[in-house]
């Protein structure tokens, strides 16, 4: 069975920074497209970044050149970077999975696998 389990999430200051991480088990983690994505009070789920098997990384535009995705093959791992942190950021982040390639997308409904999220707050 899969699963997914989010971390690192907490409360910081405008223009702070965050690390977020997801250990995966239950699945051959390297062969995945992975995703982050939020979902703040009243407003629809959004991705936020995603990475595929071989490495190729996508980031939605209010997060590029902020936030860096990674991964950690060997410790089943994804890692989300959170630098330059907004208000705008605060939301629950979900970690999310599938197994497929080479398309790996950004839209929620291109994922089947999903954590139960981490909360991030920004204050001014």
């Known amino acids: 069975q899969v699963q997914l389990v989010e971390s690192g999430g907490g409360s910081v200051q405008t223009g702070g920074s965050l690390r977020l991480s997801c250990e995966v088990s239950?699945?051959?983690?390297?062969?995945?497209?992975m995703g982050w994505f939020r979902q703040a009070p009243g407003k629809e789920r959004e991705g936020v970044a995603r990475?595929?098997?071989?490495?190729?990384?996508s980031y939605a535009d209010s997060v590029k050149g902020r936030f860096t995705i990674s991964k950690d093959n060997a410790k089943n791992t994804l890692y989300l970077q959170m630098n330059s942190l907004k208000p705008d950021d605060t939301a629950m982040y979900y970690c999310?999975?599938?197994?497929?390639?080479?398309?790996?997308?950004?839209?929620?409904?291109?994922?089947?696998?999903w954590g139960q999220g981490t909360q991030v707050t920004v204050s001014s």
């Open positions: 999310a999975a599938v197994a497929r390639f080479p398309f790996c997308g950004l839209g929620t409904d291109d994922f089947n696998y």
């Open positions: 239950g699945v051959i983690y390297g062969r995945y497209c």
């Open positions: 990475i595929d098997r071989d490495g190729r990384i």
